[in-house]
């Protein structure tokens, strides 16, 4: 997916989210991910939002959420979340792929639930690495994809290895 969803179609995906996330709660993710205080870090494809807040807490005042989504309505949403919370350690990118970040500026990159929609996978991917530190982690979960698979794609390129499995995610390290 290169341009954004229906709106009607991310209204739905928002509400299927919301039941998700109270079913199984974002923060057993991050946890896996090894999000710590003070860490810079980007939620890829955030789509309504669902991290943002327990990512937030997570790096706390000293880090950063960079939240990036190519759907107008998602930057809402996560904008509003933030203003409602209070987080002023939350930042929006509204974009189909570039993240406009300086090099190895993150510590790690959460791709939950939204690779099996993209269509330029290598182009994002190559962004992925260009910002992740030397020791970052890309952190990869979508439930649309086998395990085998997603590794198969997100190693392809040579960029990433495979370097942890979680229960629920993926973890990448820079190859």
Known sequence: MDRPMPKFAFAMM???????????????????????????????????????????????????????????????????????????????????CHTRLPDASLDVVLL????????RRSSILAEL??????????SFNDPHMSKDNAVSEVTGNQLFRLSSEGRKTLSFSKA
């Open 14 to 96: 928002s509400a299927m989210f919301k039941v998700r996330d109270f079913l199984f709660p974002p923060r057993d993710l991050l946890e896996e991910a090894g999000l710590a205080p003070g860490f810079q870090m980007l939620d890829y494809g955030c789509g309504p939002g669902g991290y943002v807040v327990d990512a937030a807490e997570i790096v706390g005042e000293e880090g950063k959420v960079y939240a990036l989504d190519i759907h107008p309505l998602a930057i809402q949403q996560v904008q509003k979340i933030a203003e409602k919370r209070q987080l002023t350690n939350v930042e929006t990118i509204h974009s189909d």
């Open 112 to 119: 939950y639930d939204v690779f099996h929609m993209l269509n």
């Open 129 to 138: 690495h260009r910002v992740l530190k030397g020791d970052g982690v890309l």
